[in-house]
């Protein structure tokens, strides 16, 4: 007599991988990633620190974007482990939250950091001559602080809820379903928002831009380039994460098993591109402030490259424009436009 079958429910998501061969491969980019990211990352800190002294030159917001890079690119080889164990997220409950939330930490103070530099933009080149509030913000070290401090209480719940859980999973309560909820509005949230910003402060400045006389479009040039250079960071490395995301969560939602493997690898796949965040970041910096870009030329290109580069300006232009003035006594005054910050 043959035993009767019983349908067993769907599971919590057990953090299993589905293909292996992909994590593997997946581990291979991101042992890549820290190879890379580790020593950028600590030459550029070290610029910031012993050559730049950023807090003396207003650029303590590239520092903290340099801070959450390294954290970053610190978590990665505990990912990579994981992949290589078959497991898509740590075993370890409390390991596998405290990744999360450094994950989730890092990339919204990166996110954060490299929104306010553009609206500092913004504002120095749209509404020049206006009182410019993050330009106060950008000087404060204390702001900065605060900062961080308010950003921890937007993660915390990926520190209370199950590590591979999410909606659309089997025997959900309501509290769980809220605290999931409540993970993934801020998880589009701060990629969705920002870009939407992004996109508006870039269109504003290129209008601008074209607007302006000859004799000004050098310091509005690097303000388009620096602004689309966070957009293309954003665009390369956050938002076809949150489509996939958004995708595996539909996928959940309707129960597709079949697809779900194949949407979980493709997302796990998204999340790791995105983690070329903190290899990106250094060509905003450049972009962002042409004294760190003296600096860390100066010190780790070599010779042969070091006049090119420091000539170079990224296509921004370098030529000096003199515009001519004329003082209370009649005199002409030849005064210089540069793009240097």
Not at 95 to 112: D, H, P, T, Y
Not at 148 to 163: A, G
Not at 302 to 316: H, R, S, T, V, Y
Request: charged share 15%; glycine share 4%.
């Amino acid at each position: 007599m043959s035993q009767p079958s019983f349908t067993t429910p769907m599971p919590l998501d057990n953090c299993t991988t589905p293909n292996q061969e992909v994590y593997t491969a997946l581990a291979s980019v991101m042992i890549g990633q820290f190879a890379l990211g580790l020593p950028l990352n600590l030459s550029v800190l070290y610029i910031f620190i012993f050559r730049y002294k950023f807090w003396k030159n207003k650029s303590i917001f590239l520092f903290n974007i340099v801070v959450a890079d390294f954290l970053l690119v610190a978590c990665l080889p505990v990912q990579a482990h994981h992949y290589l164990q078959g497991y898509r997220r740590s075993t370890n409950q409390a390991e596998c939250k405290i990744m999360q939330f450094m994950l989730f930490l890092n990339r919204g103070a990166s996110i954060f950091f490299l929104i306010t530099l553009s609206l500092d933009r913004y504002f120095n080149v749209v509404h020049l001559g206006k009182r410019n509030c993050v330009k106060f913000m950008k000087k404060s070290p204390q702001i900065s602080v605060v900062i961080w401090l308010l950003l921890l209480p937007l993660f915390i719940p990926t520190m209370v809820i199950d590590c591979c859980n999410s909606h659309g999973r089997y025997n959900e309560t309501f509290n769980s379903n809220l605290k999931d909820t409540f993970r993934e509005i801020v998880f589009f949230t701060e990629i969705i928002v920002p870009f939407l910003i992004l996109v508006f402060c870039t269109v504003r400045i290129v209008h601008r831009l074209k607007r302006k006389t000859v004799g000004d479009k050098t310091k509005l040039r690097r303000a388009v380039f620096v602004v689309m250079s966070v957009v293309f960071v954003f665009s390369f490395c956050f938002l076809p994460c949150a489509i996939a995301r958004a995708a595996l969560l539909v996928v959940r939602i309707n129960n597709e098993l079949k697809t779900e493997d194949v949407v979980v690898q493709v997302y796990d796949s998204l999340v790791v591109l995105s983690y070329f965040d903190c290899l990106l970041d250094p060509v905003v910096y450049c972009f962002c402030n042409t004294g760190f870009k003296k600096a860390y030329i100066s010190k780790f290109c070599p010779p042969f490259l070091k006049e090119k580069l420091l000539n170079a300006d990224f296509g921004m232009g370098t030529t000096t424009v003199t515009t001519t003035t004329t003082n209370s006594a009649g005199r002409i005054i030849s005064t210089p436009l540069t793009g240097s910050k």
